[in-house]
């Protein structure tokens, strides 16, 4: 990577940064508000309430953490620091489960 390259890179905060789902091997769909999803890669079976599943397809168009957490705000009428916890905590397992790309 050229060095303006990596200084750009650091200088973009982690609410700028469009997360994505992985596409390869992953299947899910919506269930009465719920997602249910296979992870074909680890042969995991993945489920999600409700809040989940409005990250899950955001996340599977696109989406930074700040329009995730804006999301749960005007959808639950959380407060903002709760919803960035939230999508926080969704995102760092997300990650650790090879799901986002």
């Known amino acids: 990577m050229r060095q303006a390259e990596s200084d750009v890179m650091s200088?973009?905060?982690d609410d700028e940064v469009v997360y994505r789902?992985?596409?390869e091997d992953l299947s899910w769909r919506l269930l009465n508000d719920e997602?249910?999803?296979l992870?074909?890669?680890r042969?995991?079976?993945l489920a999600t309430n409700?809040?989940?599943a409005l990250l899950w397809e955001a996340l599977a168009e696109?989406?930074?953490s700040a329009g995730l957490a804006s999301l749960l705000v005007e959808r639950y009428a959380i407060e903002p620091d709760q919803a960035r916890d939230d999508v926080e905590r969704f995102l760092v397992d997300a990650r650790e489960r090879g799901?986002?790309?």
């Open 11 to 13: 200088e973009q905060r």
């Open 21 to 23: 789902l992985r596409t």
């Open 35 to 37: 997602m249910i999803g």
């Open 39 to 41: 992870d074909l890669q």
């Open 43 to 45: 042969s995991e079976y």
């Open 50 to 52: 409700s809040s989940g």
């Open 62 to 64: 696109g989406a930074t």
């Open 99 to 101: 799901l986002i790309a």
